[in-house]
């Protein structure tokens, strides 16, 4: 069946711009999840949803980041003023809840 | 804090050469660790679940081990094919059920 997927693939911006970045998750899968993958740094969580509940957003790393979750499905991460540091791969990844967590293959983004 | 150690950095093999990686975890009450393999430019791909001591589970050459510690990646008679990035992972302790802590990954590497 159809895995997770992400959009754009690549995304270059100048910095001070805004991306943002979408995910479409497994059908039927109630959990989404966005990790940011940094050389060095390996990966790191930013926001979690699950169903209905509010979303656990202690990943996110400051308050240009933000992430919507539309009728329990696709999902929209938003960088506001983009800055060098932030270019990484933006991983989503759902699941039915449980642990176990299937990825999408990514989006690489590039500020310059 | 929740903490993941994966060991070697690194590990080179010629092909056919059995070895093992190693991932150590700290955490509040253990729900579960987790093996992944991740391809150049690819998301991370789902291999194994393990959720207490003792438990093994394996996928045509790699075997997976848990113990109250640490958990070992057995690859036997390894193939190119199988070099990739392999990461372990461990969901956070408390409440934060959805968020995962990841290791920074073993880079494999498989000489025909």
């Known amino acids: 069946g159809a895995g997770v997927s992400q959009s754009p693939s690549n995304k270059v911006t100048e910095k001070g711009k805004d991306v943002e970045l979408r995910c479409d998750p497994i059908?039927?899968?109630?959990?989404l999840y966005w990790y940011r993958q940094s050389l060095g740094q390996g990966l790191e969580f930013l926001i979690y949803?699950?169903?209905?509940?509010?979303?656990?957003k202690s990943g996110l790393p400051s308050d240009r980041f933000s992430a919507e979750r539309t009728g329990g499905s696709v999902s929209t991460l938003t960088i506001q003023r983009t800055q060098q540091e932030d270019s990484a791969v933006y991983l989503c990844?759902?699941?039915?809840?449980?642990?176990?967590?299937?990825f999408g293959p990514g989006t690489r983004l590039l500020v310059l | 804090e929740d903490q993941v150690t994966q060991s070697p950095e690194a590990l080179r093999l010629q092909e056919g050469e059995s070895s093992s990686l190693n991932c150590s975890y700290t955490?509040?009450?253990?729900?579960?660790l987790f093996w992944y393999r991740q391809d150049p430019g690819k998301g991370p791909e789902f291999l194994f679940t393990?959720?207490?001591a003792g438990e093994e589970k394996e996928k045509e050459r790699l075997k997976a081990t848990l113990t109250k510690k640490e958990s070992f990646l057995h690859i036997t008679a390894p193939k190119p094919e199988d070099s990739a990035t392999y990461l372990c992972?461990?969901?956070?302790?408390?409440?934060?059920?959805?968020?995962?802590?990841f290791g920074q990954g073993t880079i494999l590497t498989v000489h025909p």
């Open positions: 990844a759902s699941g039915q809840g449980g642990e176990t967590q299937y």
């Open positions: 059908s039927g899968h109630t959990a």
């Open positions: 949803f699950q169903g209905n509940s509010a979303p656990d």
């Open positions: 955490v509040s009450g253990l729900r579960g």
């Open positions: 393990l959720y207490s």
């Open positions: 992972a461990v969901p956070a302790g408390g409440t934060s059920y959805g968020k995962l802590t």
